[in-house]
């Protein structure tokens, strides 16, 4: 159970790790392409589960937030910072100037992140 727990840690510290695209079906770069809300979520019984959720907004801003529910226990975070997205690199600015620049697929509906190691998140868009 403590591996459950770890896992907002283990996915805030996959997606400030360098990314590396599995597919070539993206926007060409679009820089509007990855604008909007985009959801990865985790059920891991009918009343444990995981949401993270990222709004990339048109003005160059992202809203990140997640919420966990597990052992009868709500959990929520979230960070605001900056991004610029072009030709599929994707540079997150968090609102304490750290910056990360990551490789990311974009589709119509989905959005992949994928670490140096071969592991990967699928964002699905929502909005």
């Known amino acids: 159970m403590k591996a459950i727990k770890l896992l907002p840690l283990f996915l805030f510290t996959l997606l400030s790790l360098t990314f590396t ?39 160059g801003k992202y809203i990140a937030s997640e919420v966990e529910y597990y052992n ?10 900056t991004y610029r997205y072009k030709d599929g690199w994707l540079t997150v600015i968090e609102e304490d100037g750290d910056d990360f620049v990551l490789e990311a697929t974009v589709t119509s509906k989905k959005l992949i992140l994928t670490d140096e190691d071969g592991d990967s998140v699928t964002f699905t868009k929502v909005e």
């Open 72 to 81: 009868d226990e709500l959990y929520t975070d979230s960070w605001t910072g």
């Open 21 to 59: 695209a599995c597919s070539d079906d993206d926007n060409n770069g679009s820089d509007s392409s990855i604008v909007g809300v985009w959801e990865y979520s985790e059920y891991y019984s009918d009343d444990e589960y995981y949401i993270e959720t990222i709004e990339f907004k048109s003005n």
